[in-house]
């Protein structure tokens, strides 16, 4: 059974910056994205890349304030630099990754076949 594996997350006031990592423990997948839920909430789409070309994508929400990005090196894992947080960015933030996806699906969380455990992300003054 494939595991993602989760890094990263905590309290933090607003305006800080938080690093989020995710490893596939020695399996590559083409396409790797960051959903979150907030509490009442849908999961919702927060940013993509595919792994080869490393095209990312951003819900409008986190554009330019998050970055994704994908080890550079040896390791199967992929990142989500989160810079001037808000409140509302509070939530559960999961890794997702596939290897079928069609582009136009990547922002729809059931098409993903394997999950992060996740983590908490928490900002508040």
């Known amino acids: 059974q494939v595991q993602l594996v989760q890094s990263g997350g905590g309290l933090v006031q607003p305006g800080d910056s938080l690093r989020l990592s995710c490893d596939a423990a020695?399996?590559?997948?083409?396409?790797y994205a960051w959903f979150r839920q907030a509490p009442g909430q849908e999961r919702e789409f927060v940013s993509a890349?595919?792994?080869?070309?490393?095209?990312?994508?951003y819900a409008d929400s986190v554009k330019g304030r998050f970055t994704i990005s994908r080890d550079n090196g040896a390791k199967n894992a992929v990142y989500l630099q989160m810079d001037s947080l808000r409140p509302e960015d509070t939530a559960v933030y999961y890794c997702?990754?596939?290897?079928?996806?069609?582009?136009?699906?990547?922002?729809?969380?059931?098409?993903?076949?394997?999950w992060g455990q996740g983590s908490q992300v928490t900002v508040s003054s």
């Open positions: 997702a990754a596939d290897n079928n996806l069609i582009l136009s699906s990547h922002r729809i969380a059931n098409q993903y076949d394997y």
């Open positions: 890349i595919r792994w080869r070309s490393r095209h990312t994508y």
């Open positions: 020695g399996r590559t997948f083409n396409w």
